[in-house]
């Protein structure tokens, strides 16, 4: 059974850095794409940013380009998203997404077969 289960998230002042985890079970951590998506209220949701499962390519949204650093450990079976510089708009459920490593780093929330719950995080001004 895959599991994917999300930390770091909380109350943080604008301007903040928090670093959110995503820890992984039941899968061939290695092979998969992992992904970070983000959800505000009353929006869809947000393709954030992933990297490939060597860790050798990443890919950013353009809402966290320049201010966010994905990063995995493999022998930890688990990826991290370090965030700089939070706005209050940066506000939502952080979730993270595997889906099975190919040529192509997936932006659509459609080709990600497992989820997280998500962990939500909060820029207060």
């Known amino acids: 059974q895959v599991q994917l289960v999300e930390s770091g998230g909380g109350l943080v002042q604008a301007g903040g850095s928090p670093r959110l985890s995503c820890a992984a079970s039941?899968?061939?951590?290695?092979?998969?794409?992992i992904a970070w998506f983000r959800q505000a209220p009353g929006k869809e949701r947000e393709f954030v940013a992933a990297i490939k499962g060597s860790g050798s390519s990443t890919l950013y949204g353009d809402s966290v380009k320049g201010r966010s650093t994905i990063s995995r450990d493999n022998a930890k079976n688990t990826v991290y998203l370090q965030m700089n510089s939070l706005k209050p708009e940066d506000t939502a459920v952080y979730y993270c997404a595997a889906a099975p490593d190919g040529l192509w780093i997936w932006v659509q929330v459609s080709k990600y077969d497992y989820w997280g719950q998500g962990t939500q995080v909060t820029v207060s001004s």
């Open positions: 039941g899968l061939t951590f290695s092979s998969y794409i």
